[in-house]
């Protein structure tokens, strides 16, 4: 394989990396209580000394009380959390690593199988996970309010913590996606409606929030779907032209990287052509954009939690989209969850050294 085009650098407002791999933010629940251990700054640690680009961290709460339904999930608020993370940054950035955390609200979510529950019920546009998944209450104003500056807040706290970007979720079912989508999103008022654009009020105004708390020289990401862990054949936007009018109103608010999440990286987005989610994103934006999707393993990450094992695979396809310019960064997941230096053995050549991913690798922090 020529990977020439993955070891380009890029740099854009304050990220300045050096090359085209970023690590996917991938939940591990190794936080008691929300806060990152020292093995958990040792773990990112280990990718940047593997060379990774770019590191985006798990899922990280804002300041919410029922932001998360999972107790080791790391928070990024409060005095020792955000401690922990200062110890995370400070290390991948001595190993000569970029990183942002990728802050996070659950909204409504199925009751965690430990049996913990957050203080209080689950927030959500309209109460609901999915269709007829009714497990939380609809947020007031002043919840949205308070949602909006605490996603704020906590994007001020990783600038001075000293992190290289900040991403924003707003994929996969989680609370800012169920505003975004027509099966959670039941409301009347202004944070509803029937179109996407209408829908997409609630994350134009966390962006705008994030941006006047991070100033105009900080990179700013979002990461969307179209499909949801319930659905995975949702699709929110059906033609480029109702891409278009969803996600131009977020580069206008101040997104400057469009993290577009698809199963597959290589599958089409709408027929029109084989340019995929990120592809699209950055014909229709101008926008940079990350594609991710099964990159350099058979399988995909959804059917670890079932047990199924993927074998390394070919990175050709990937590298003929780049070559061509669809999106400018690749984002990595089981793979580097299971080999910190996967980065390493792609420029190397060293493809026979590259492992396969198993469940276990799930069950630690793998150094």
């Not at 000394?49 to 080791?72: A, Q, W």
């Not at 099966?183 to 202004?190: K, P, V, Y």
């Not at 995909?300 to 939690?305: D, R």
Request: glycine share 10%.
């Amino acid at each position: 394989m020529k990977t020439d085009s993955l070891f380009r650098p890029f740099a854009l407002k304050s990220l300045n990396i050096k090359n085209r791999i970023v690590m996917a933010p991938m939940t591990r629940s190794f936080s008691p209580d929300g806060v990152p251990t020292a093995e958990v700054a040792a773990y990112y640690r280990k990718r940047a000394e593997g060379e990774v680009g770019l590191i985006l961290s798990e899922g990280t709460v804002i300041n919410r009380v029922s932001s998360s339904n999972d107790k080791n999930v790391p928070h990024f608020y409060g005095e020792q959390a955000l401690g922990g993370w200062q110890n995370v940054i400070n290390n991948v950035h001595q190993a000569g690593g970029a990183m942002g955390p990728q802050i996070w609200h659950m909204g409504v979510m199925p009751n965690h199988q430990s049996g913990w529950v957050p203080a209080e019920p689950f927030e959500g546009p309209s109460g609901l996970n999915s269709p007829g998944f009714n497990n939380g209450r609809a947020m007031t104003d002043a919840d949205i309010a308070d949602t909006i500056a605490a996603f704020g807040q906590a994007a001020a706290d990783a600038k001075r913590l000293g992190f290289d970007c900040v991403e924003i979720h707003g994929a996969h079912g989680y609370l800012i996606d169920q505003f975004f989508w027509e099966g959670a999103n039941l409301r009347t008022d202004s944070y509803g409606g029937a179109t996407l654009p209408e829908r997409s009020r609630f994350a134009i105004e966390v962006i705008k929030e994030v941006r006047k708390r991070v100033g105009e020289d900080f990179a700013v990401i979002i990461r969307l779907s179209q499909w949801k862990p319930t659905a995975y054949t949702s699709k929110m936007a059906h033609t480029p032209q109702e891409l278009e009018a969803w996600l131009n109103p977020m580069a206008d608010a101040g997104v400057d990287i469009f993290h577009c999440s698809q199963r597959r990286f290589w599958e089409p987005e709408f027929d029109e052509s084989d340019l995929n989610f990120a592809g699209w994103a950055k014909k229709l934006t101008g926008k940079a954009t990350i594609t991710v999707g099964s990159v350099g393993l058979t399988g995909e990450f959804l059917a670890a939690f079932a047990g199924e094992s993927s074998d390394p695979s070919s990175l050709d396809e990937l590298l003929r989209r780049m070559d061509r310019g669809d999106f400018d960064l690749v984002a990595v997941g089981r793979p580097l969850l299971s080999d910190p230096f996967w980065v390493q053995k792609i420029r190397e050549g060293r493809t026979e050294d590259l492992k396969g991913f198993t469940k276990d690798a799930l069950a630690e922090l793998v150094m």
